[in-house]
């Protein structure tokens, strides 16, 4: 049997160990990576600030990609504040005081954002920079902090006359990470401690130092890769950079061209065969077919091809369109005009599909950008897959939200102005954290594409069980209890300008018509009264 078994398996190739052929080098692909560490030794302060730069670059010359950007921002940033209680008074409060604070002159120090807009920015900077933070001041504002300016400081500490600098602290230097601009804290590992505040110095181009600041002041975020070693955030762009770069590029490059070819206006063609080169000298007198103002040397500059045909090339006078141009040509003379075939079908069809591969950076479907080629079905589908993907970093920026609502709420509780201390002890809250964890941020809705079918399916799914009014209210960024008091303050104001108004489908009766038209009951009898 083992003669047999060896005599069949004779010539066979021997068997592979298991493994992973992507830890396999090979010829026909670039080498596998085979570096492992933390994100900030992989990417240090300087490689940071070139990613950083660059994509701030594109930002603010390629349409596509400040488009990509805008469009992130416009489903992932936006939240509506919400309040709700028993009690009108702790409510209408508490809800004054932050409309009061979204005003950019109370939440923004510098006095340009309003809370809505601030926290667009800062979402703005976290995707093009990776990270960003804002401090909490104590007069009640807070701060923006670009990426670049929580780092390992150049120079030091700008002085009074605004042109010179300190000495950077010898402390400093060993405190603070130079790859990361923080100040970890080793009690709680991966917890940052302080933040190394910079600023720009005096020209705007410096990385100056300015102060350390508490993790506790501060609202941090970023978008993380790694679970644990990764302290910095790295913009989403990052994987899209260099195409980003090349579309440009190639954008410009196809439009220089196609310039290039609309310079050059017509060819002018004779047909030579058969004549000798003395006919040919003789025919350049009389009618030659050069327009006027052509280069004399220019005009007897021939060349000939193998079929016999000879190019004359001749610099033809500028077209207006408000004269009449004649050229005068011989008998087998003719005209071709330049044509440009740039950019090519090939170039559009494959920036198109490259375009395609950009937007998956920040998740957007091709249907938001070009939606000639979808159907509504189409356009549902990526709307929802998008709303999928728009979750988790709306997360993230629902924490910083509460983050800050927290805040707030404990500066102002023992507040004379806002008096939400008493005012919640009377709704039976105790304490600042009690009244903070009632607040909700809802998140900006997805805008209606078409709002009748999709009205109609959210009355269905309510009718069933499968949905309710209140989450479909926030789904679209809206807030059912604030729907319904408008409501009622509209009714309210329509009965008292004797205005009728009915919710319903046209034609149906309203509730007090249905109630007018049943028929009146007969006075009861004693037995019944008694009864």
């Not at 100056?208 to 993380?224: K, Q």
């Not at 220019?298 to 090339?313: C, F, L, P, V, Y």
């Not at 002890?425 to 941020?441: D, V, Y």
């Amino acid at each position: 049997m083992a003669t047999k078994r060896n005599r069949n398996n004779k010539g066979r190739k021997a068997a592979q160990a298991l493994d992973y052929d992507a830890t396999k080098t090979t010829g026909r692909r670039r080498r596998p990576s085979s570096r492992l560490a933390a994100e900030h030794v992989i990417l240090p302060q300087y490689n940071r600030g070139l990613l950083l730069s660059t994509v701030q670059d594109q930002q603010r010359n390629a349409a596509l990609a400040a488009w990509m950007i805008r469009r992130h921002l416009d489903y992932v940033s936006r939240f509506k504040f919400l309040f709700q209680h028993d009690n009108e008074p702790l409510m209408k409060k508490v809800n004054a005081l932050f409309d009061w604070h979204a005003q950019p002159v109370n939440f923004d120090i510098a006095g340009r954002f309003g809370r809505e807009q601030m926290f667009r920015m800062f979402e703005m900077e976290k995707t093009v920079s990776g990270d960003a933070a804002m401090i909490k001041l104590s007069t009640g504002h807070l701060q923006g902090i670009e990426a670049d300016m929580i780092a390992l400081p150049k120079i030091g500490k700008m002085r009074t006359d605004g042109k010179t600098y300190d000495p950077i602290p010898v402390d400093l230097l060993k405190r603070v990470s130079k790859d990361t601009g923080m100040v970890m804290d080793f009690a709680y590992p991966g917890r940052i401690a302080q933040f190394c505040i910079c600023n720009r110095g005096h020209d705007g181009a410096q990385v100056s130092f300015d102060h350390l600041e508490d993790a506790t002041n501060v609202i941090f975020d970023g978008y993380f890769t790694r679970l644990s070693s990764q302290v910095r955030g790295i913009s989403p762009l990052s994987t899209a950079v260099n195409l980003l770069q090349d579309v440009y590029e190639g954008i410009d490059f196809n439009l220089a061209k196609a310039k290039l070819h609309a310079l050059f206006g017509i060819a002018i063609m004779r047909d030579y065969t058969g004549w000798s080169d003395q006919q040919e000298v003789d025919g350049w007198g009389g009618a030659s077919g050069i327009t006027t103002g052509a280069d004399e040397n220019k005009a007897h500059n021939t060349t000939e091809s193998t079929d016999g045909t000879k190019t004359i090339s001749a610099t033809v006078q500028a077209v207006k369109p408000s004269e009449m141009m004649l050229i005068d040509m011989d008998t087998k003379g003719r005209i071709e005009t330049i044509e440009s075939k740039t950019p090519s079908g090939e170039f559009v069809g494959f920036t198109t599909e490259v375009i395609r591969i950009l937007l998956l950076a920040l998740d957007i479907p091709y249907s938001a950008m070009n939606s000639a080629g979808s159907s509504f079905s189409g356009l549902i589908a990526d709307q929802n897959l998008y709303e999928v993907s728009c979750r988790s970093k709306r997360d993230q920026n629902l924490w910083k939200r509460i983050e800050y609502s927290n805040w707030l709420i404990e500066r102002e509780w023992e507040s004379e102005r806002w008096g939400l201390a008493a005012l919640a002890a009377a709704a039976g809250i105790k304490s600042h954290q009690e009244l903070a964890m009632l607040i909700e941020w809802v998140p900006a809705g997805f805008p209606w594409l078409q709002k009748l079918q999709e009205v109609q399916g959210d009355i269905k799914a309510i009718s069933v069980g499968l949905d309710n009014p209140i989450d479909a209210c926030k789904r679209r960024g809206v807030d059912f209890h604030e729907n319904v008091l408008k409501t009622e303050r509209a009714y309210k104001f329509a009965k008292a300008h004797d205005v009728p108004l009915m919710i319903g489908e046209p034609g149906q009766a309203a509730v007090a018509e249905v109630e007018e038209m049943q028929p009146s009951k007969p006075p009861a009898t004693p037995q019944e009264e008694r009864e």
